[in-house]
Nanobody, 115 residues
């Protein structure tokens, strides 16, 4: 059983930046896929970005050019750097891990962007 814990959420003005972290309880990042998802009020949980074991990256169109996903296997941590934030980025952001056998989620961290 893998525990995922997000941190770094908060309140920021539009145009500002926030950095999110996701810490895993086990050293399992090397051969797995991790990603960030978000869920806004009244909306479905949506993919923000993913990063593979070979550090390939994929982004939702809405965040391309503004967000950067990264991972540090030694630190067992995944990151999401969010720049040029917009009010529509407001959501609960979730860390996700897929191993092929199991799927794990963090508890979520709130990101609120004000105008």
């Amino acid at each position: 059983q893998v525990q995922l814990v997000e941190s770094g959420g908060g309140l920021v003005q539009a145009g500002g930046s926030l950095g999110l972290s996701c810490a895993a309880s086990e050293r399992i990042f090397r051969m797995n896929v991790m990603g960030w998802y978000r869920e806004a009020p009244g909306k479905q949980r949506e993919l923000v970005a993913t990063i593979t074991s070979d550090f390939g990256r994929n982004y939702a169109d809405s965040v391309k050019g503004r967000f950067t996903i990264s991972r540090d296997n030694a630190k067992k941590t995944m990151y999401l750097q969010m720049n040029s934030l917009k009010p529509e980025d407001t959501a609960v952001y979730y860390c996700n891990l897929r191993t092929g056998l199991s799927e794990y989620w963090g508890q979520g961290t709130q990101v609120t962007v004000t105008v």
